[in-house]
Every structure is written in structure tokens, then in C-alpha cells.
């Protein structure tokens, strides 16, 4: 499985963007890391096809907001009320297993990887 994202860009904080991914296969679970330099990547946003389908970092939670379109294999991350402590090189991850909840924010068990796109709030 092939992905893609797109969305990034520079926006002031307090704004919003929209950071998108498409798979060029089924996936059951979606998730979104970020990066920045010199830091381990952290987990952001995962969803499953099953309820409760949705989980959010702490840091993230009540601003950002993951949605999928299972016939498109797609995945759209809202990202509401940016922060500068938001800019990170964002990174979409898949897997076409069944994950279990604990696993979700763990980027291991995710077996495709986006090739990365960046977010830079200005502040």
C-alpha cells in the first residue's frame, strides 16, 4: 500500500489546515505522527473502522479532528486552533490489520507510511 498526503503549509496560530491521505489499498486502521527535529515521532490521531473508532493525543484533543472515507481509502485530519508548538513534519501511517486500542498510538504497528508533509505555525 502506497500513501500520499497533502495539506501542509504555514499558517498563523489560531488558524486551521487540512492534511489529507490516500491509500492505494484497503486500510483498516489510519494514523497521523509528527516530528520535529532532534524528537521521537509522536503520535497524533488514529481512527478504526469500529466504535469507539477515534483517539487523539492529549495535546491535540478538542482541536484536531480525524475523519476517513473507506471507499476512497482516504483519511482527512482537521486541525483547528493551531499552536506553534503544532509545527511538526506531519506523517499519515496505515495498517491493514486489526489493531487493538493500546496499540493505536504506537507507530510500530503501522505497516505504510506517507512520505511526510510540514506544518509550520507562525506565532
Same mark, same amino acid.
Request: charged letters at 10%.
Given at each position: 500500500?502506497? /500513501?500520499?498526503?497533502?495539506?501542509?503549509? /504555514?499558517?498563523?496560530?489560531?488558524?486551521? !489546515?487540512? !492534511?489529507? &491521505?490516500?491509500?492505494?489499498?484497503r486500510v483498516n486502521t489510519w494514523g497521523w505522527f509528527r516530528q520535529t527535529p532532534g524528537h521521537a515521532r509522536e503520535f497524533v490521531a488514529a481512527i478504526r473502522p469500529s466504535n469507539p473508532?477515534?483517539?487523539?493525543?492529549?495535546?491535540?484533543?478538542?482541536?484536531?479532528? !480525524?475523519?476517513? =472515507?473507506?471507499? %476512497?481509502?482516504?483519511?482527512? !485530519?482537521? @486541525?483547528?486552533? /493551531?499552536?506553534? %508548538? =503544532?509545527?511538526?513534519? #506531519? #506523517? &499519515?501511517?496505515?495498517?491493514?490489520?486489526? @489493531?487493538?486500542?493500546?496499540?493505536?498510538?504506537? =507507530?510500530? #504497528?503501522? %505497516?505504510?507510511?506517507?512520505?511526510?508533509?510540514?506544518?509550520?505555525?507562525?506565532?
Open positions: 500500500v502506497q /500513501l500520499q498526503a497533502s495539506g501542509g503549509g /504555514l499558517v498563523q496560530a489560531g488558524g486551521s !489546515l487540512r !492534511l489529507s &491521505c490516500a491509500a492505494s489499498g473508532s477515534t483517539y487523539y493525543s492529549g495535546s491535540v484533543k478538542g482541536r484536531f479532528t !480525524l475523519s476517513r =472515507d473507506n471507499a %476512497e481509502n482516504t483519511v482527512t !485530519l482537521q @486541525m483547528n486552533s /493551531l499552536k506553534p %508548538e =503544532d509545527t511538526a513534519v #506531519y #506523517y &499519515c501511517a496505515a495498517s491493514q490489520s486489526r @489493531m487493538i486500542q493500546s496499540s493505536v498510538p504506537i =507507530d510500530t #504497528y503501522y %505497516e505504510f507510511w506517507g512520505q511526510g508533509t510540514l506544518v509550520t505555525v507562525s506565532s
